[in-house]
């Protein structure tokens, strides 16, 4: 055993990749190329978005790869701090005496932790790894391009424009790069403060939600306004002549008047904002109104122009075929739709951790092919293998779960007995939390730590938003579809949609009538329409988000999958992600366990065991009021 690992250590360059401190913090481990671990550390803290140092997600990533600390060639994180700290210093003299507040606020934790970056990364991992034999070499590249090497080094494409776009980084909050063999070249920039990220963040802060955690529902949103009323459009009007300025480029100009981000502690000036568009920001969880949707829809129109502006320059600048995107406005997955629809690109690649757990993996790629020259190599299918990079356990560990809590579980010595069983408790309109090999890498559940359904049951997203996920109603959901059937059911211009990134029309055949003033009809009376024979999928533009499944990356999700088909005809599950609003994506047996005791899910599935809510003991169930958290 020794001699085989020293063998792998010595013939293998060894990267550990770290993102932390803002949100979402994760660490990955690269070796010669080849991403072998990754994890974002709100799985292991149970703490959403946690941005503390990931230091569990290292000690998870590490005892996966087999290496020590003392192994690594090199720790790349994913920003430069000290590039970040000039940008603030600057913001903070220009708009001064503006923004004491925030700078009194901000400056002892750079002072005392992140100007020394270097320095506590190395007494963290001396925590992993007491008495570490040998000095790491410690690299930072920068956000944008840890964001560009995050997407186009495991993408197939030998060369491709690089498009990312986020909040901010050091300075840049969009760049435009082109990637050829292993280098990065980056063409264009546009700098703080004026930033799409932060444009569509301010949007979902007037509307209610919460920053860097509620903007998938404002693009979940969006659909439910009036898109041919003369509200959206004077809204639109509004956006783009007193908030913001788009340049044919794609470059925009936000008028920092309306804007607090760059001195306060607030996204927006409130005020101003409520004379703009007629009504004051609204409180979280209180009642969605018409002006609320329309509002959302507004300035999700508003981004996509932006983007696919931004696109075009892309194309411009470097003429290539390929596009690979990444930040989290990439995650952004209805305008990723509409950008392939477009046609602009004939390929597009997005990584599936596009946001800042992903600048992980992009810091120590970059480190491997820019700093270390590794010659890059593609193939027919992306480096991620699925994003499923996670921890896995063992058939041991599931059963040491299920004997702590004397858990009734009916085992299966056949997969594909179990497939058949699920598939008719699916049929009979029971949902089934799915846990099975290794945990995805980023925010979308992919077929192993996924809650499903039955598509074609007509109450399913109200019973799932309800009563599983505790969640507000209009929230949509996503199918997962066999690879060679995604096709059949959707208009989308690509053979391949793995990582749920892409939204596209369910297919005409499938929808179901509606009635001539479907647009004008209330928030309510749009969402419990029957829209399609796959109500549960379609959202109410009778649009879908996308996942395709085939039997490499995901054998046992495909057989299921196909199992379901041999009984419905239906090659299609509802898929959303194994938790509860507020609480991270479950990530080991326990966590699977206490989730479906603490909601209203009738199944369990754990590997090969297969657990009913009905033979549970009840009264092990916790008060899940106690736990939830708003998000």
């Known amino acids: 055993m020794l001699k085989i690992k020293l063998y792998y250590i010595r013939q293998r360059m060894k990267i550990l990749g770290i993102s932390a401190f803002y949100h979402d913090s994760a660490a990955v481990i690269v070796a010669d190329g080849r991403v072998v671990a990754a994890a974002q550390e709100e799985r292991f803290t149970r703490k959403k978005h946690d941005f503390d140092f990931p230091r569990n997600a290292i000690g998870f990533c590490l005892d996966y790869s087999g290496i020590d600390i003392s192994d690594l060639d090199a720790v790349a994180f994913y920003d430069k701090p000290l590039l970040k700290f000039e940008r603030l210093l600057e913001t903070y003299y220009r708009v001064a005496p503006k923004g004491l507040n925030s700078f009194i606020k901000a400056m002892p934790v750079w002072l005392k932790e992140k100007m020394f970056l270097k320095r ?147 996204m927006i000036d409130e005020g101003k904002w409520e004379k703009l568009f007629g009504f004051a920001r609204r409180k979280p969880e209180s009642d969605m109104e018409s002006h609320h949707c329309d509002l959302a829809l507004a300035i999700q129109i508003v981004t996509e122009e932006i983007v696919l502006a931004m696109a075009e320059e892309a194309k411009r600048l470097t003429g290539s075929k390929h596009l690979c995107l990444s930040g989290g406005v990439a995650l952004n997955c209805v305008a990723n739709g509409k950008l392939l629809e477009t046609g602009i690109f004939k390929e597009i690649y997005i990584q599936p951790a596009a946001g800042d757990a992903g600048g992980a993996l992009g810091a120590a790629l970059a480190a491997q092919h820019l700093y270390f020259n590794k010659t890059r190599e593609t193939g027919s299918d992306d480096n991620l293998r699925g994003a499923y990079l996670g921890p896995d356990y063992s058939r041991l560990d599931i059963q040491k779960t299920l004997r702590k809590h004397r858990a009734k579980a009916h085992y299966y010595a056949s997969f594909d007995e179990l497939s058949t069983y699920v598939s008719e408790l699916m049929i009979k309109g029971n949902v089934v939390g799915w846990f099975q090999g290794r945990m995805e890498f980023g925010p979308r559940a992919l077929g192993n ?18 009563k599983i996920k505790y969640r507000e109603s209009f929230r949509p959901f996503a199918p997962s579809v066999l690879e060679e059937d995604m096709s059949d059911y959707f208009d989308i211009k690509t053979p391949t949609s793995p990582y749920m990134l892409l939204v596209a029309p ?56 196909s199992a379901f088909k041999k009984k419905s005809g239906i090659g299609v599950v509802v898929n959303t992600s194994f938790n509860v609003r507020g609480e991270p994506i479950v990530c080991s047996p326990e966590d699977a366990y206490q989730c479906f005791m603490d909601t209203e899910m009738d199944v369990l599935v754990l590997g090969d065991f297969v657990l009913l809510k009905k033979e549970q003991d009840i009264e092990k169930r916790r008060t899940f009021e106690r736990s939830f958290k708003l998000d």
Do not use: C
């Open 120 to 266: 506590l990364i190395l007494q963290e991992l001396e925590k992993i790894e007491p008495g570490i034999k040998k000095k790491i070499k410690t690299l930072f590249p920068e956000h944008h391009l840890s964001h560009a090497a995050s997407t186009y080094y495991p993408s197939t494409f030998d060369e491709s424009a690089i498009l990312t776009i986020d909040g901010v980084g050091e300075w840049s909050t969009a760049t435009i790069a082109y990637g050829n063999k292993e280098a990065i070249t980056i063409l264009k920039e546009l700098h703080f403060p004026h930033s799409v990220g932060l444009l569509y963040s301010a949007f979902t802060y007037f509307l209610g939600f919460k920053v860097n955690s509620g903007e998938y529902k404002l693009m979940g949103l969006a659909p439910y306004g009036n898109k041919s009323g003369n509200r959206t459009k004077e809204f639109v009007r509004i956006i783009k002549e007193k908030l913001v300025t788009l340049h044919p480029d794609g470059s925009i100009y936000l008028h920092q008047q309306y804007f607090h981000y760059a001195e306060g502690l607030r």
């Open 449 to 466: 730590r996924s809650i499903i359904a039955d598509p074609r049951n007509e109450e399913m997203q109200l019973k799932l938003n309800v």
């Open 506 to 561: 369910i297919k005409e055949e499938y929808r179901m009538p509606i009635p001539a003033d479907y647009e004008e009809l209330g928030m309510k009376e749009r969402l419990y329409h029957k829209r399609s024979i796959l109500p549960a999928i379609t959202h109410v533009d009778f649009s879908a988000r996308i996942q395709s499944v085939n039997s490499k990356t995901n054998p046992r999700y495909y057989k299921l999958i």
